[in-house]
């Protein structure tokens, strides 16, 4: 089962989410496409008394630590690193600065290696399944080659 399809995010845990999400957009500079996939997770997340998707996305998650969100669950970790890679692969290009930044997300989590792996396998099958409904098989493959070779 997927990580995130059963749990329910505190508002504590939808802001700092949103906050690790920003702090891998902000590696390489925030992307249109990263800026819209994470004020889209935010709004459908947020309740009526937490700040506004704009005001929250203004902040400055450059100082973000990771340790904020220790102590946290196992699903939640999971959740968090899916959340950040998923961040980091929408502007179609997932930068070693970025993997870095979310491997130390994941080690600081308690994540291993190997799970980390699996993680950043699921969101590019994904990113693959999403796309293979397009007609032009040409695009999907070079999009596939693109994406095995941020291996």
Same mark, same amino acid.
């Given at each position: ?42 709004? =459908?997340?947020?309740? !009526?008394?937490?700040?506004?998707? *704009?005001? $929250? #996305?203004? @902040?400055? /998650?450059?100082? %973000?630590?990771? +340790? ?27 930068? =070693?600065?970025?993997? !870095?930044?979310?491997?130390?997300? *994941?080690? $600081? #989590?308690? @994540?291993? /290696?190997?799970? %980390?792996?699996? +993680? ?32």
């Amino acid at each position: 089962m997927h990580p995130m399809s059963d749990q329910h995010l505190s508002p504590a845990q939808v802001t700092q989410l949103t906050q690790a999400m920003l702090s891998v957009a902000l590696v390489d500079g925030i992307h249109p496409a990263e800026a819209a996939l994470i004020g889209q997770f935010y709004e =459908s997340s947020r309740s !009526a008394d937490m700040p506004t998707t *704009a005001a $929250t #996305l203004a @902040m400055d /998650a450059s100082a %973000f630590d990771a +340790h904020s969100l220790l102590p946290c669950a196992p699903e939640f970790a999971d959740t968090v690193v899916l959340m950040c890679l998923m961040a980091a692969y929408a502007d179609g290009d997932f930068s =070693s600065a970025e993997r !870095a930044h979310v491997q130390a997300l *994941a080690t $600081t #989590l308690g @994540m291993g /290696a190997a799970r %980390f792996e699996l +993680h950043i396998g699921q969101v590019r099958d994904g990113l693959v399944a999403a796309l293979s409904h397009l007609p032009d098989a040409a695009s999907v493959a070079a999009v596939v080659q693109k994406l095995n070779a941020a291996d």
